[in-house]
């Protein structure tokens, strides 16, 4: 059964140094990296195990001379590309990226939410299935975790539902920092917080699983990454790491301790 609309599909990297950045994601998380083949741009498909689980872009003097840095940004997929872009900029969100299509892949945009924090929509030219988000059971390499860091967690909330149907579906305490908001689409997805002062900017972080989260921090400052937070346990049992890479993208994971 193909995605529904408002479904995570796809995550994507921007990086300074393509080769740089495929060697440190193989290393920690045991992606394979192949050419996408798209003419004209150094576009990378991750792999694990042979399904793809995202896509590298290496930055061009032109998009860093626009503002492009080292981030990971999120897929949602929609039904109608324009009618969601029409309808997220009616909500306050802007756009970053006009609708395109990409011949074999689909058509898609780049749009941000009101309170900033961009991402891509898209609709697959494909009906087969992404699990490039593993909704339906723990993937070694997969997306396991959606996170909006907000500065309006009440208006956020509010915007992705209205926008790709998802509800909450309970919430935890944290204490100063306030409460930690479950996201369902059908399965749980991830969670909204509110930003800390310490952060600079609102993001989304998306929790890559690991088999063993004590190897993972290892491996993050052998190949030149940083551990911003972490390891720390999560309810469930799992373990999670919020780090930077050897570029500067920030970058979380999740997974057993041993």
Known sequence: ??????????????????????????????????????????????????????????????????????????????????????????????????????????????????????????????????HAFAADRPRLGHCAWNELVTTDQSAALSFYAGQFGWCKDGEMAMGAMGKYEFLRHGSVIGAIMTKPPEQPTPNWNFYFRVPDISAAATRIKAGGGQILNGPHEVPGGDWTINGLDPQGAAFALVGQKS
């Open 1 to 130: 059964m193909a995605n529904k609309h408002g479904d995570f599909i796809w995550y994507e990297l921007l990086t300074t140094q393509a080769d740089a950045a495929c060697a440190f994601y193989s290393s920690l998380l045991g992606w394979v990296s192949n050419d996408s083949g798209q003419a004209g741009m150094d576009y990378r498909i991750l792999t694990m195990a042979g399904e793809g689980v995202g896509g590298l872009m290496a930055i061009t003097p032109e998009m860093s001379a626009g503002g492009a840095r080292p981030v990971w940004l999120g897929y949602i997929g929609v039904d109608d590309v324009d009618a969601s872009a029409a309808s997220i900029l009616a909500a306050g969100g802007a756009e970053h990226m006009p609708a395109v299509d990409v011949p074999g892949v689909g058509r898609m945009a780049m749009l941000a939410d009101p309170q900033g924090v961009p991402f891509y929509i898209m609709k697959g030219a494909s009906d087969e299935t992404s």
